[in-house]
């Protein structure tokens, strides 16, 4: 079985500033990892992923993220805030089937 | 990637109506599915619909409440039955690529019960 947490329901950070959405993951399989972003009243739209190849994944938009298996952990950073990466972020895990088991999700605000 | 259209992107319900949802895909996928975002939550996985067989319901959601079709390859819909207030929610259609690993979602249906 797998399962998520999310740390931090909301998170606000200043424009140009460091973007640091936490993840953690459980797996009883080898995972894998996503970061999707949900900008209001659209679906959803993978950021970036990472299947067990470099642990270190660059995504989409200047995100990326880094899978750490010691600290099951796969945060999503972005160096510099930009007002337009303001949304609701959510991390993913399966254990290499279909089934997505998704987090509760990070309300990302931008502020000038 | 996919493409994926989603129909109604939004409605507004009776309490005791049943809305129907359809899930059109741009490509052939074996499976489909269905999830439920209720406000200020995170997405929940209905059921997965493979296409000539019976969708496949996750604890907690029955067929009789949320009935799928899937008559091809290409195509699905949702049924949310007998709808109350607490089905307010958004309901999103989903596909993956055989070797892709990476979900495709629809724009989502944001479904309001009154």
């Known amino acids: 079985a797998q399962s998520v947490t999310q740390l931090g329901s909301h998170v606000s950070v200043s424009e140009g500033a460091l973007v640091l959405l936490r993840c953690n993951y459980s797996?009883?399989?080898?995972?894998?990892l996503f970061w999707y972003v949900q900008y209001p009243n659209q679906g959803l739209q993978l950021l970036l992923k990472?299947?067990?190849?470099?642990?270190l994944v660059k995504g989409i938009n200047g995100f990326e993220a880094e899978f750490k298996k010691s600290e099951t952990s796969f945060h999503l950073t972005k160096p510099s805030a930009h007002m337009s990466d303001a949304a609701e972020y959510f991390c993913?895990?399966?254990?290499?089937?279909?089934?997505?088991?998704f987090g509760t999700g990070t309300q990302l605000k931008v502020e000038l | 990637s996919a493409v994926i259209s989603q129909k109604p992107s939004r409605d507004i319900c009776q309490r005791g109506t049943s809305l129907t949802i359809q899930c059109q895909v741009d490509s052939q996928v074996t499976m489909m599915f269905w999830y439920r975002q209720q406000p200020g939550q995170s997405l929940t996985l209905i059921a997965t619909a493979n296409q000539g067989s019976e969708a496949t319901y996750e604890s907690g959601f029955v067929i009789d409440k949320f009935p799928i079709s899937r008559p091809n390859l290409t195509f699905s819909t949702l049924t949310v039955s007998n709808l109350s207030p607490e089905d307010s929610s958004i309901y999103l259609c989903?596909?993956?690529?055989?070797?892709?690993?990476?979900?495709?979602f629809g724009q989502g249906t944001r479904l309001t019960v009154v």
């Open positions: 993913a895990v399966t254990g290499g089937g279909n089934k997505l088991t």
């Open positions: 990472y299947t067990s190849a470099a642990t």
């Open positions: 797996s009883s399989v080898p995972p894998y």
């Open positions: 989903s596909v993956d690529r055989q070797g892709a690993a990476e979900a495709f």
